[in-house]
Nanobody, 114 residues
Framework: VQLQASGGGLVQAGGSLRLSCAAS????????MGWYRQAPGKQRELVAT???????NYADSVKGRFTISRDNAKNTVYLQMNSLKPEDTAVYYC?????????WGQGTEVTVSS
C-alpha cells in the first residue's frame, strides 16, 4: 500500500487547512485510515482516525476543530482543520491499517503562525 499525502502549508492562527491522503495498491475493503502528527521534540501522536464504516475517533486536543472524512471509492481520507493554533504545528502523517499491517505516508508539514 502506498500513501500520498498533500495539503500542508503555512497558515495563520485561526485559519484552516485541508489535508488529503490517497491510498493505492492492495486495499482491503475493511480498513482504518487516519492521521498522526509529530511536533518538533515531541512524540508522534494520534490526531484522528476513521474506519471504512465511517466510525471516527479524535484526539481531545482537536475535537470540535478538526473533521476527518473519507471517500471509499477513491481510497482517500481527508482532514479538515479549522481554528488552527500554533500548537497544531507538526508534520502530519497519513496512516492506513487493515488489521494485518500498517502503512505510513511520507508526512506533510503544517505550520501555524501566531
Amino acid at each position: 500500500v502506498q500513501l500520498q499525502a498533500s495539503g500542508g502549508g503555512l497558515v495563520q492562527a485561526g485559519g484552516s487547512l485541508r489535508l488529503s491522503c490517497a491510498a493505492s495498491g492492495s486495499i482491503f475493503k475493511i480498513n482504518v485510515m487516519g492521521w498522526y502528527r509529530q511536533a518538533p521534540g515531541k512524540q508522534r501522536e494520534l490526531v484522528a482516525t476513521i474506519t471504512s464504516g465511517s466510525i471516527t475517533n479524535y484526539a481531545d486536543s482537536v475535537k470540535g476543530r478538526f473533521t476527518i472524512s473519507r471517500d471509499n471509492a477513491k481510497n482517500t481520507v481527508y482532514l479538515q482543520m479549522n481554528s488552527l493554533k500554533p500548537e497544531d504545528t507538526a508534520v502530519y502523517y497519513c496512516v492506513y491499517g487493515s488489521g494485518l499491517s500498517d502503512y505510513w505516508g511520507q508526512g506533510t508539514e503544517v505550520t501555524v503562525s501566531s
